[in-house]
């Protein structure tokens, strides 16, 4: 690799040399280098621009805002299609960088409509099933639900026992 000349560099981007946006280069630049993997950090290394002239690009440069939402999305298939990642060692570092990059969270959100809280527990049971039955939920996220709906039986029957103990002492003051 070539040694870079920091100071002609430095005179180069005071001039104003790289700050000029080209519309046929840049665009073509930021697919390229994402569809590696890259980021707009690797972007702003190749095209000698700060990250505040790549936003200011991707804002009042329509051609290049709408690359970079396409390019975002090569970037994540590039990451996450890496066959490097599948080692074991390179895991943490795929995982923080899909959360960083990708806003990529390792439990995923679920909305349940049908799942109705005035329900009974047992038809709250019966639509979980149905939804890991259709495939909506994993086993995992199945057992957690069901364990959420153990805690609320639990809760149940602890109040229901401290409202009967609290009838019963009532009921053993009455009588003394």
Not at 77 to 104: H, I, S, T
Not at 140 to 148: A, P, V
């Amino acid at each position: 690799m070539e040694k870079m000349d920091f100071n002609k560099l430095a005179d180069e981007i005071v001039r104003g040399a790289y700050a000029k946006f080209d519309g046929n280069y840049h665009p073509k630049l930021l697919l390229e280098i994402f569809a590696d993997g890259g980021d707009s950090w690797d972007f702003c290394a190749a095209a000698k621009v700060g990250q505040s002239t790549f936003q200011k690009w991707t804002k009042i440069h329509e051609k290049f805002g709408k690359c970079y939402e396409v390019a975002k999305a090569l970037a994540y298939a590039a990451v996450a299609n890496n066959p490097k990642w599948d080692d074991p060692q390179m895991f943490p570092r795929y995982r923080l960088m899909m959360k960083n990059r990708f806003n990529y969270t390792e439990q995923r959100k679920i909305k349940l409509d049908e799942l109705d809280e005035n329900a009974t527990i047992q038809d709250q049971y019966k639509t979980l099933i149905r939804y890991m039955k259709s495939g909506e939920l994993t086993t995992h996220e199945m057992n957690q639900l069901s364990n959420m709906l153990l805690a609320a039986i639990k809760i149940d029957e602890y109040t229901d026992l401290v409202k009967r103990l609290e009838e019963a002492e009532k009921t053993i003051k009455s009588k003394l």
